[in-house]
């Protein structure tokens, strides 16, 4: 006979002292750190633990007796259950001095090089509605709130379009309202949730791998266009049909929708780099644009999701970069080559290296777009592309910018940077600790002359961070 677990205790009036570097806010018990969301600093809480191991736990706030002068009210319906914007309770003021206080312990902790001052932070000018770029999930298997369980109603519909839950790969928290992009997302979303509703459109089953609708991406632009792609995973003719019927509805409710997209996808996941992108109305990709530039945007391309606050990252990076006109600069992990063409015309020439072809392709239109000569981008695994022989095939870089994702750069490449001895290094990140651990390998021949943290996505623990590394 298996022995039941003992129960986890109710620790009661805890207060709440940190954050840390994911996120959660801390509280320290007799040597115990405790982590626990949607609490923040000056709180004094209940704690019950959820999960103990030697050193540390994890916790649920079940009481809060005091409370903080850092919070904010949460704006978001969804709060506490969504998971997106866990720092909503935490004034924006205070998001800022935890995010710096985390890249300059992250870059300490690991990096362990020597460092200057860190820059004081960037913050986001727009704190609500700043994102141009929303992916939602559609799923037969709704996320049940306590607030549905405790109501004793009885359900009838386990269909929801919105956000998986975290730790529940397969359950979808169905969103009525997100304010992380202006209000169009909503009025697309809940409008196809209602056609969905009514025309008994079979929801997807991830582990059944089947299922009609599958996800919807939205992205709008500062040139006021408006792209929406829907995935579908039709399995007979007949659903066919019903997808096409409701590609046909959405184009005619929702003129603002610019660039009408769909993807048949039966694999098992929702990955669309190796899938055709079929165009229903109107174009293929969207405009942005920064300094009088025009960048192409599709569906498959990276461009960074807060527009205005990239604006911002760029400029940092372009001053970083200290470029005079005369400069050979590569730009890694160049995506539609937004930094690339940004930088361009500061420059000598700029070569533009990017794993995703369809990416390459826009950068190269976007280059003609903007009728930028002195740009050239090639597409391939950066290990694979970025070679001695690349190199000596297209001259040695003054600068090398680099923008890899959460992942941070492979051994290789940092080897091939060092081989290639540029003058300077912009490294832009969305990962500080990946970032440290690259500054790491960087350091016996570069040492890291500026930092400057910029807020990209408010309310939530990420943020970027921009090193300037100058030869020894």
Request: charged residues 20%; glycine residues 6%.
């Amino acid at each position: 006979m298996s022995r039941k677990k003992k129960p986890l205790p109710l620790l009661s009036h805890i207060p709440i002292e940190d954050i840390a570097a994911e996120g959660k806010a801390v509280a320290r018990i007799d040597g115990l750190v405790v982590f626990t969301p949607y609490v923040v600093p000056g709180d004094v809480c209940d704690l019950q633990l959820r999960r103990k191991k030697h050193n540390y736990a994890e916790a649920e706030a079940v009481a809060i007796h005091t409370y903080s002068n850092e919070r904010s009210e949460p704006f978001c319906p969804h709060f506490g259950v969504c998971g997106g914007c866990k720092w909503q309770c935490l004034r924006y003021d205070r998001q800022l001095y935890y995010k710096q206080t985390q890249v300059e312990q992250t870059l300490r902790r690991i990096a362990k090089v020597e460092l200057p001052r860190v820059s004081p932070i960037l913050g986001s000018k727009e704190t609500q509605g700043y994102r141009n770029k929303l992916e939602f999930g559609f799923s037969n298997k709704k996320w049940l709130t306590r607030q549905i369980i405790d109501s004793g109603e009885e359900i009838n519909n386990m269909n929801a379009l919105g956000f998986h839950i975290a730790g529940a790969f397969d359950k979808i928290l169905d969103i009525t309202d997100c304010q992380l992009m202006p209000d169009i997302n909503n009025q697309l979303r809940n409008t196809i949730r209602r056609y969905a509703a009514e025309h008994h459109l079979s929801h997807y089953d991830l582990r059944q791998n089947k299922g009609l609708l599958r996800s919807m991406m939205i992205r709008s632009s500062d040139t006021g266009e408006l792209m929406l792609l829907l995935q579908f995973a039709w399995s007979n003719n007949e659903e066919q049909a019903q997808a096409m019927a409701l590609m046909a509805f959405i184009n005619e409710n929702f003129p603002e929708v610019t660039s009408l997209l769909y993807v048949h996808n039966v694999k098992c996941n929702d990955t669309i780099g190796d899938l055709p992108v079929h165009t229903f109305a109107g174009t293929d990709f969207i405009y942005e644009t920064m300094e009088g530039l025009r960048f192409k945007v599709g569906p498959k391309s990276f461009y960074q999701t807060n527009t205005h606050q990239a604006h911002e990252l760029y400029k940092v990076a372009r001053r970083m970069a200290c470029l005079s006109g005369k400069e050979t600069v590569y730009d890694l992990y160049t995506g539609t080559g937004t930094i690339a063409l940004f930088v361009a015309r500061e420059a000598a020439r700029v070569i533009g290296i990017e794993y995703v072809p369809e990416a390459i392709a826009d950068a190269k239109e976007n280059a003609a777009t903007n009728n930028i000569n002195n740009a050239t981008f090639y597409a391939g695994d950066m290990k694979d592309i970025l070679t001695p022989e690349f190199i000596a095939g297209h001259g040695s870089p003054d600068v090398i910018i680099t923008d890899p994702p959460r992942a941070g750069m492979h051994p290789a490449v940092v080897h091939t940077i060092i081989n290639a001895a540029p003058k300077r290094i912009v490294y832009v990140s969305c990962n500080p600790a990946t970032q440290a651990r690259d500054l790491a390998m960087l350091d016996d021949k570069y040492q890291v002359a500026q930092v400057q943290p910029v807020d990209m996505f408010p309310h939530t623990q990420h943020v970027e961070n921009v090193c300037l590394l100058e030869a020894r």
